[in-house]
């Protein structure tokens, strides 16, 4: 715990970018660090207290000590590297595994925008300003990215992991998942997600950082449903 002390957190509740470093702080046994929850909704991520961390005004903005780690997958590869002896091992050794984990983390960020092109464009552009060519087209790519995902997970022994044990990809990929749920994916047009998912929602890193809003309202909404 003395060490999560000199670490602290500005995040906004359900990104995935910040859910995934809380992820693996709770699997690296780091509780107790200093965090702050701010909302994308009031523009908090834009303030003066994030522009200082991280210029680009995004979260999550994470400093341990003087050194600062605003994007998720480089500050869940520190932790993970700087507290290897500590908590869950997140990186495998066999190379094979390590191989399929590294491929499946960088994978999982091109998952993240190309939810994003879809969830964020539907729900913040006004209806009479968005192109539906753009909606097409965006549809189209998510459709065909959760398409590949569903076939890895095909290959993956039944109640598994991405790589192996659970593993930074799964900390990386779970967040993106849990959120294409959240908005609607449709459970009967992806299995083998919808399992994973179920598989890994309660484990405890991930109940323990699981979004408040979306305990408190477990209705999501239907952005997704006819994808």
Known sequence: VSMAKSMSLLWGAGSPPCWRVMITLEEKKLQGYKHKLL?????????????????????????????????????????????????????????????????????????????????????????????????????????AELKLWEGYLQTVAAGSYLAGAFSLADAIVFPNIAYAFRFGLSVGHYPKLAKYYSLLRNRPSIKATWPPHWLASPQGFDILKDL
Not at 76 to 85: A, I, M, P, R
């Open 39 to 143: 909302s994308f909704e009031k523009g908090e991520h834009k303030s003066q207290e994030v522009l200082e961390i991280n210029p680009r005004g995004q979260l999550p903005a994470f400093k341990h000590g003087d050194y600062i780690l605003n994007e998720s997958t480089g500050a869940c590869l520190y932790l993970e590297n700087q507290f290897k002896s500590q908590g869950n091992k997140l990186i495998p050794d066999s190379p094979a595994e390590q191989a399929l984990m590294y491929q499946r983390m960088m994978e999982g960020l091109t998952l993240t925008d190309k939810l994003n092109s879809v969830i964020y464009y539907e729900w913040f552009v006004p209806e009479d300003e968005r192109h539906d060519s753009a909606v097409k087209r965006n549809r189209e790519a998510l459709a």
